[in-house]
């Protein structure tokens, strides 16, 4: 794989997730990919992404803009820096009561690729930043 066919894949990975296009999306990933959640457990797996990416897409709406990757020159391991523009839907186990509160975060993720897939995602972002937003903005507009 070259440093271009890992940057073309990572960019069609955000590509689907942005259109809300889960099939594409999930087809990008190796069977057996590597899922770090950002705060949480890792699990293994297309049919467990896929159950996060449900999860996921239940309790929030998210657009990623200002995405930059950029990859080794052997094209095996890659990374994305991207600011999430969110809107939280449904409140999460764990976390403060949904109320459509919109938010802004950056965010980052690392890759690793094996045979044309992305074998390993470990997203990063700081959730105590996004705590603090969907936090204010809910106070903002008097629902707590």
């Not at 999306?25 to 705060?39: E, M």
């Amino acid at each position: 794989m070259t440093r271009s066919h890992t940057e073309a894949l990572i960019f069609n990975y955000y590509q689907a997730f942005n259109q809300g296009d889960m099939n594409a999306f999930l087809a990008l990933l190796s069977d057996d990919v590597i899922h770090d959640i950002n705060q949480g457990e890792r699990e293994t797996g297309r049919e467990a992404f896929a159950r996060f990416m449900a999860r996921m897409n239940h309790h929030y709406r998210e657009t990623l803009k200002d995405i930059v990757i950029l990859s080794s020159p052997d094209g095996e391991r890659a990374a994305a820096e991207f600011v999430v523009h969110g809107e939280y839907l449904a409140s999460d186990e764990g976390l403060p009561a949904a109320y459509g509160q919109g938010y802004v975060l950056p965010a980052g993720a690392f890759f690793d690729i094996q045979n044309g897939k992305i074998a390993r995602v470990s997203n990063y972002y700081n959730l105590d930043d996004w705590i603090r937003q969907v936090t204010a903005a809910a106070l903002a507009d008097g629902v707590v």
